[in-house]
């Protein structure tokens, strides 16, 4: 399989479905190939609109989120400096046109962005709820925010937050295994659940 | 990229994630929202490649993979005439640039296309050794097949084909649950699991 | 432990495992036969013991843990009269030796009862919390509830309520899928998730 | 929480749902207690039966068993070495009364043995052909076997042989996830999925 993302990232990167081990993480922190496909379907995301990625990670989320936002603007937020160096990394080497990496800490580092029309939360350094009144502030009439959580506490915060602030929430729980080579048999690995919540601003 | 239906600015389809009541179907046939896009995912599809899409249903796998292929060919091949009004309509409704809807028996029908880089295939009619057959000997190497199986026996057929065939492959299993509303409660219910098959041809 | 019943040596009733329909029930309102088996794990019942099953619908739950206290005393709490009849059919059919049925709502009709050491919460007609007071007061240290939850609300509210309460909870997400003959082939059919919530009073 | 199985097992071992970490065992080779209960139901067993529990591993299946046939026969085949170590040793301690080790290789060590009513296939050593075949040939009309696939192998093959067989097939997919500690955090972690194949002879 030729890859030669450098020289001519369009024609041979996926224009969906990234593998995972083609972006430079820490392994455990990306969100895994199927939950960031779902993930961006729950963003609906149009062509030309504003995406904020709080917490970002390895940046795999706004790297495929590039591809689906041709005219829009998406700001990488990451705290951490040993993350922001990846994603610098996983930006250069997929070519992406439309991504800001911001340094910062959310919620303070918000205050410079224009408004959202979408927003991903993939981490929140403790400040869940700092973080979900300023998006709130910020987010307009008919906007999204999607969150994945992988801990029953996230989800119950994340879930009480919306309800009080009057958003219609859906909350999708992904459960995927995969098949790996063990001698030769197929044996089925699971991923750790993810509960995918999305809520729409009323 | 840009997409308008219904000359109303505020339905503009997303780029991903279509959900799945804004396509016109019976209910059961339609491959769910977050599944379809795990299914688009595996395809790996890049700019301009010819896909073929054997079942297509109600289109929503080819609607969807139009987004992903600006500058490619897409082939939805459907056999039941009540599906195929479905198909018309969605394409008229989405307004689809590059999918072609052939109507015929695969593999029968599938000697007048061109061949493909990519084939999903969501449904068989009963003749799936036959349409792997064919597919694999229009299939260039590095190419891929992807295959949603609901039942165990076509999970096992598929697998034991790859494998005699010389493929490599995974497969994925997809148990996804999403709340609806129960009074005041929101109730998680569970889709049926879904095993995508990806082959890669080496 | 012998039973037998419709006085026919071949359809002895397992010690364990009880098919669904052998119950006469609602459809939905039943524990599924599989999410029943591991709900009486979570119970870890031991011969003598006393277990208070709140809100027991077809009583599925107290006959198969009749088995399992061959000395112990069951109470099987249901307000429903069409519920309760349901149990009574049921009891009868499976012979029960222990179990014990309280018509009534809970909390208040709690009081008459003998302290339990373990209890089942599979309904609680909306008064969850005063149902949760009432046990917390009667519950021995070392005592254990075990409660099923289909909706994100029940789920969370418990959680919450054996957090400050000072429990040791652990919750398991149970996602199950069964084969079912359709013409020559075996499909996935999967049943809606249940949270199982274990709470060890400490 | 005391303990003492010694001196006084059935006092203090729940009747169903041993924790994981009460067998001494391989970490990754026990069946988890979730998936073990719902493997004890599937196997209907009866007060007096005689159980081949094939592959023992540590023992867990058939420990658990013992207290569902009190009247009945258990016998743990298990060919390696250090495993049966770890099966005498939990037999011990929990004092089990009708479990008989079985020191040798299946199927050659099966002739040796009454014929079953039950079997459970834990594990097959690369012989899953020869064991089935030979339990085929000793175990009665209405008798059932129940194996848990962990491969994809090894689910299409029981599922092959017990369809060409006759056998009445059922596969029941487990998928399972537990909340454990993380800081402050309930983390859900999955288990790797188990398929239980439920084969009853017509």
């Not at 961006?40 to 936002?69: F, N, P, Q, T, V």
């Not at 997929?94 to 408004?115: K, Q, Y």
């Not at 994340?158 to 992904?174: D, K, P, Q």
Request: aromatic letters at 8%.
């Amino acid at each position: 399989l030729i890859k030669e993302y450098e020289d001519d990232a369009h024609q041979y990167v996926p224009t969906l479905g990234i593998p995972d081990d083609e972006f430079v993480t820490v392994k455990k922190l990306i969100t895994k190939e199927e939950v960031r496909v779902v993930t961006l379907a729950k963003l609906k995301l149009r062509h030309d609109m504003c995406l904020w990625d709080i917490g970002a990670g390895s940046g795999s989320i706004c790297i495929e989120a590039d591809h689906l936002l041709p005219n829009g603007k998406i700001f990488a937020i990451e705290r951490n400096e040993e993350c922001r160096q990846f994603i610098k990394e996983n930006l250069q080497k997929f070519n992406t046109r439309n991504v800001s990496l911001i340094e910062g800490v959310a919620p303070d580092c918000l205050e410079e962005l224009p408004d959202p029309d979408r927003v991903f939360i993939g981490g929140s350094g403790g400040r869940l709820w700092d973080i979900l009144d300023t998006v709130d502030h910020r987010l307009a009439t008919g906007g999204r925010i999607v969150l994945n959580a992988i801990t029953l506490d996230t989800l119950t915060a994340a879930n009480e937050y919306f309800g009080n602030a009057g958003y219609n929430v859906e909350v999708v729980t992904v459960n995927i295994a995969r098949t790996r080579p063990l001698s030769d048999y197929k044996m089925f690995e699971a991923y750790n659940p993810v509960y995918i919540l999305t809520a729409v601003k009323e």
